[in-house]
């Protein structure tokens, strides 16, 4: 086993100093507000894409189903709705069957709900990586929105070919990356929010699964936003997955667009939500090793 | 998350060229951490409306300068809550400091602790990967040396285990052995070879005194006195975040032992 230890060991050379690539540099260490901009995201992608691909595998780690579960959810779900709003009431669907309504607007919810589920946490689970190493805290949160995607593409993928196998397919799904952004805005800006309190406010762990439970009745998933009652029907905007559900509805099947002020409303809350998000986390980035 | 400004020059700028000036200058650096959390729902009502402030503070860091130049081995020495980690953290980017201010001139490799920063759940291997991209490099550049890291940890097949099963030897080997296969410009070692066997304690020494030949600089934090001693050009005595003497190696651990006989 003894390997005798000679000084050659240690990497040397050219090669190692072109790797570092430090020469001239200098950097200036000191009180800050902010440390983040907009600019540094796209040099933080490599240290995402590790951190998602990890999040993804050490979130089925030590569990017998695995990924498996990113079908089970959704399918759960479906038949909770099944049960739960079909079975007991007329749903107006616009003359579309009740599973294919469903399962166009189920990935925005799961999609959501796991992201959050993981994001909330993701600064306060790599504390570790935070207080040893410089790692860009940002890319926590975004690792948890790329570590998801699954959980948003199986509904997704089943919801449209449903529409497409029983011929409700409208071509304004090729519209459909619009939403895609759309969601995964208005997650960030949650993710980036939470994620950011949550350093300091533990709070939000009791909150979240409140919001999370709470949640699914008040987005547009089992019904439509049109159905509700008038003064349900403005206040159901100021969630803003009411308007990126009936948008993805829109756009994949055959039914009238959702009303303007829906759309803006949500709309506005989504750019709200990103502004917030990104203002609390950038200011709360550089103590957030001293406080967690 | 970059640094607050990173000014590239060519290889000559100024009336020193940039490879002759202090790899790192700090001046005056103090570092206030707040204490205590809130207790309860009338502190934090009580707090938010301004009524009464709590100023429950500590001075991790206060008012400390120093320089060390490019290709030295520097040690720090001094009690537990000293403000050596604090030091280190802000020199790695990690936290920054609440007044003065510090300049780098070089890419840190901080090893704090044992285990820098590794995930449970993730194998041996994965974790090389993850540390190494934090640390700027291409998964290429990364994969490249794998062989020479397990080699150098000498854990084998054990690369392929979660770390969670690791022994705390076995993490600190690991996190050397990458230290050592991207050997930094500046590589800061805290307590890393406090949980490490003889032998490869020998063998990391052995590595830090190669990197340091080889023009790099380290900078070394032990409470073994002996291999302060064996490795550090100069040290730093730091008491209550406050820089107590500085000087050679010889003359700094020699007035910190009879302090603390």
Known sequence: ?292 | MSATSAIARPGCAGPLAWRDRPIIEAHNLTKVYRLGEHQSLRGTLSALTGRRREHHTLRALDDVSFSIARGECFGMVGTNGSGKSTLLQVISQITPPTAGHAIVRGRVLPLLAVGTGFHPELTGRENVVLFGTVLGFQRRAILERMDDIIDFADIGEHIDTPLKRYSSGMQARLSFAVAMMFPAPISIFDEVLAVTDDEFTSKCLQSIESIIRDGRTAIFVSHDAGLVRRLCTRVMWLEHGEVRLIGPTAEVMDAYHSAHA
């Open chain 1, 1 to 292: 086993m003894a390997m005798p230890a000679v000084d050659g060991d240690v990497r040397s050379g050219p090669d190692i100093d072109v790797l570092w690539q430090d020469v001239g540099l200098e950097l200036r260490l000191e009180p800050v507000k902010t440390r983040i901009h907009l600019h540094d995201v796209a040099a933080m992608l490599p240290v995402i894409r590790v951190l998602a691909v990890r999040d993804f595998k050490a979130k089925f780690k030590q569990s017998l189903l695995g990924p498996v579960w990113i079908f089970l959810q959704p399918l759960a779900l479906l038949a909770a709705f099944l049960v739960g709003f079909h079975a007991v009431a007329t749903i107006n669907t616009s003359g579309l069957p009740y599973v294919v309504f469903v399962l166009v607007a189920l990935g925005a919810w799961t999609y959501f709900q796991a992201s959050l589920s993981m994001g909330a946490v993701s600064v306060v689970t790599n504390a570790q990586l935070m207080q040893r190493t410089a790692c860009p805290r940002l890319a926590f949160p975004i690792a948890s929105l790329i570590a998801n995607l699954p959980s948003l593409a199986v509904p997704l993928v089943a919801g449209v070919t449903a529409a497409a196998v029983t011929g409700h397919l409208s071509p304004r799904v090729l519209l459909l990356p619009l939403g895609l952004l759309w969601l995964m805005a208005v997650t960030a800006g949650v993710v980036m929010m939470t994620s950011a309190l949550n350093v300091r406010y533990r709070d939000l762990l009791a909150v979240l699964p409140l919001i999370l439970q709470v949640g699914v009745f008040f987005s547009p998933i089992g019904y439509q936003v049109s159905d509700l009652p008038g003064l349900a029907r403005t206040l159901i905007g100021l969630n803003p997955l009411a308007g990126v559900m009936e948008t993805w509805r829109w756009m994949v099947l055959p039914i009238p667009p959702p009303s303007v002020g829906l759309i803006a409303t949500s709309l506005a809350v989504t750019i709200a939500f990103v502004l917030a998000g990104w203002f609390i986390f950038t200011r709360s980035e550089p103590t957030m090793a001293d406080v967690v």
